[in-house]
Structures are given as structure tokens and as C-alpha cells.
T-cell receptor
Framework: AQTVTQSQPEMSVQEAETVTLSCTYDTSESDYYLFWYKQPPSRQMILVIRQEAYKQQNATENRFSVNFQKAAKSFSLKISDSQLGDAAMYFCAYRRKMSGGSQGNLIFGKGTKLSVKP | EPEVTQTPSHQVTQMGQEVILRCVPISNHLYFYWYRQILGQKVEFLVSFYNNEISEKSEIFDDQFSVERPDGSNFTLKIRSTKLEDSAMYFC????????????FGPGTRLTVL
């Protein structure tokens, strides 16, 4: 069975600095999706960034980028120029790549709580 | 921007009572999901639903749970006889027409079983 591990329960970063959140996963499949979701306090989870396993290039979305190391099964999230609004719970998630017949449910890590200091 | 909504935001119930959690997915989405998060633990998959039937369910989703799409807009999760360990945050999600699209999440319903 696939598992996702986030080893940092909490992280803190100074405003305008860069922070990296770690995620490792375990799977025997060769093609899949990886995601980072952000959950601000009392708000819904929103997708921050997505990576397809067959793509070697690391995904980027503005200040958010990933370091995807397929062989090491590592998928870290880098937030550059951190802003106060980045403070949230961040979840790493895995999903099989479906060819049809059933839907791919997300498998989540436990989350990392990010605080941003002004 | 369209979003998934859930009601109520907080539900308190007595052990053994039935609860229905409601979700309104994004209108053109066809795939629906329920997840739950016990306080301090991982978000866990419960069930997925497509074309008016369950597509996949986890071990958590036992006979006490059921899902329904009673009309064109709502998607409900029913827990027949709640237990203390059902206390959790329940998230609804929906995705669009193809298998691998992004899942959009609702804000969650906090269920407290006393």
C-alpha cells in the first residue's frame, strides 16, 4: 500500500525568507501524481502545486516550487519570499494515475504546520 | 469562483444517533469524495462516488456509513449510529469529468460525538 510521510509536524519561517517542507512517499507504481495542498485555519484545502511522476521537470507555481526526486521517493515543497498569508497547514498527497474503471483517491501525509513570523 | 460547500460547519450529536453531513459539489463535477481527519491524524479517504454509485471505499467505510446524491446538487454522507471514534473533520471533495483531474475540497464539517 502507498504511504506518505511528512516528518516535520511544525515549521517556522521569517517573512520574505525561504522555507522547504519535506515529504517522502512509498509506492511500487511508476506513474502517479503528487500534490501539495494548503489548508489555512478554518478554511478548505486548496491545491498549491501538482507533479506528474513521469515528468522530470520540477513543477513551479509562482513562489512555490517542488524538488521531486523520483528514485529517492521524495517530494519537497519550497516556498520563496514567504508571506504572512502562507501560514497554514500543508499536506503532501499521492494519487495513483488511473487508466479508467475507478477513481484515484488521495493518500495524505499528516501535514506540516507552517508559521510565518513578521 | 465556484467552490464546494458543506453544511453544517459543526455538528454535535449523541452517541448512537444518526447524522447526515451535506455537501454541494461544484456544479459541473461528476466525481465526489468523502475524506475524514481525526484530530491530529492524517486525512483519510472514505469513499468515492460516480454515476450514482460507489466507485471505491476504504476499510473505514463500513455498514454504518452510506452516501447518496438525492438530487442534482447535494451529496450526503450518513452515519447511522455514531460512535465516539467518529468524531472528526469530514471533508467533501469533487472533481471534473476525467479520471485524473484535481479534487476540490469543501471547508469541512466538524463532527463531535458525545
Amino acid at each position: 500500500a502507498q504511504t506518505v510521510t511528512q516528518s516535520q509536524p511544525e515549521m517556522s519561517v521569517q517573512e520574505a525568507e525561504t522555507v522547504t517542507l519535506s515529504c517522502t512517499y512509498d509506492t511500487s507504481e511508476s506513474d502517479y501524481y503528487l500534490f501539495w495542498y494548503k489548508q489555512p485555519p478554518s478554511r478548505q484545502m486548496i491545491l498549491v502545486i501538482r507533479q506528474e511522476a513521469y515528468k522530470q521537470q520540477n513543477a513551479t507555481e509562482n513562489r512555490f516550487s517542488v524538488n521531486f526526486q523520483k528514485a529517492a521517493k521524495s517530494f519537497s515543497l519550497k516556498i520563496s519570499d514567504s508571506q504572512l498569508g502562507d501560514a497554514a497547514m500543508y499536506f503532501c498527497a499521492y494519487r495513483r494515475k488511473m487508466s479508467g474503471g475507478s477513481q484515484g483517491n488521495l493518500i495524505f501525509g499528516k501535514g506540516t504546520k507552517l508559521s510565518v513570523k513578521p | 469562483e465556484p467552490e464546494v460547500t458543506q453544511t453544517p460547519s459543526h455538528q454535535v450529536t449523541q452517541m448512537g444517533q444518526e447524522v447526515i453531513l451535506r455537501c454541494v459539489p461544484i456544479s459541473n463535477h461528476l466525481y465526489f469524495y468523502w475524506y475524514r481527519q481525526i484530530l491530529g491524524q492524517k486525512v483519510e479517504f472514505l469513499v468515492s462516488f460516480y454515476n450514482n454509485e460507489i466507485s471505491e471505499k476504504s476499510e473505514i467505510f463500513d455498514d454504518q456509513f452510506s452516501v447518496e446524491r438525492p438530487d442534482g446538487s447535494n451529496f450526503t454522507l450518513k452515519i447511522r449510529s455514531t460512535k465516539l471514534e467518529d468524531s472528526a473533520m469530514y471533508f467533501c471533495a469533487s472533481s471534473e469529468t476525467t479520471w485524473n483531474n484535481e479534487q476540490f475540497f469543501g471547508p469541512g464539517t466538524r463532527l463531535t460525538v458525545l
